[in-house]
T-cell receptor, first 114, second 108 residues
Framework: DGGITQSPKYLFRKEGQNVTLSCEQNLNHDAMYWYRQDPGQGLRLIYY???????QKGDIAEGYSVSREKKESFPLTVTSAQKNPTAFYLC?????????????FGPGTRLTVL | RKEVEQDPGPFNVPEGATVAFNCTYS??????FFWYRQDCRKEPKLLMS???SGNEDGRFTAQLNRASQYISLLIRDSKLSDSATYLCVVKPDYKLSFGAGTTVTVRA
């Protein structure tokens, strides 16, 4: 089955720790995205990547970092510099942002800072 | 001003009823529009794209009004399974902008 997987589903972090959220897709999509969702707010873009070895900051990149070493994988690191990291994190992919607008989402990771 | 604004609801409707709601967007240059559905604590899933001429998919009808910068979603013959949050999504430039969602609850 083709799709997007995210792990872990739930993650607990102590203040001051860095954590990495996994996102993998086997859809052969070029573009991948990271969003965070907070209650009562729309999804906000953290980072996106249109091609391997390239990525750009979204609207709220501070305190986060990403890498795109493989087409299938786009991990997100939440660093200790992110002051309010508790949120629902969603990874998405699309065929090519230039030709397709439709994004497909993974099941998400709920991060809680203790 | 937010790029995409939606009435959060909730819209509580009985089974079989029709429910409709809008969202407004601020960037008049936006070219692509979508409705996504999100169930509680799950990921958003594409419900339908919204075309200039309006489009229908079964019990769901979407309309776009460029002059007034809003899109609408109408659900006919509501089912219990339609209970969800509906996200209005607009593409003003290279990225998608998401509304906070309109919650619909269908009761038996």
């Amino acid at each position: 089955d083709g799709g997007i997987t995210q792990s872990p589903k739930y993650l607990f972090r102590k203040e001051g720790q860095n954590v990495t959220l996994s996102c993998e897709q086997n859809l052969n999509h070029d573009a991948m995205y990271w969003y965070r969702q907070d209650p009562g707010q729309g999804l906000r873009l953290i980072y996106y990547s249109q091609i391997v070895n390239d990525f750009q900051k979204g609207d709220i990149a501070e305190g986060y970092s990403v890498s795109r070493e493989k087409k299938e994988s786009f991990p997100l690191t939440v660093t200790s510099a992110q002051k309010n990291p508790t949120a629902f994190y969603l990874c998405a992919s699309s065929i090519d942002p230039g030709t397709s607008d439709t994004q497909y989402f993974g099941p998400g990771t709920r991060l809680t800072v203790l | 001003r937010k790029e995409v604004e939606q009435d959060p609801g909730p819209f509580n409707v009985p089974e079989g009823a029709t429910v409709a709601f809008n969202c407004t967007y601020s960037n008049s240059a936006s070219q692509s529009f979508f409705w996504y559905r999100q169930d509680c604590r799950k990921e958003p899933k594409l419900l339908m794209s919204v075309y200039s001429s309006g489009n229908e998919d079964g019990r769901f009808t979407a309309q776009l009004n460029r002059a007034s910068q809003y899109i609408s979603l109408l659900i006919r013959d509501s089912k219990l399974s339609d209970s969800a949050t509906y996200l209005c999504v607009v593409k003003p430039d290279y990225k998608l902008s998401f509304g906070a969602g309109t919650t619909v609850t269908v009761r038996a």
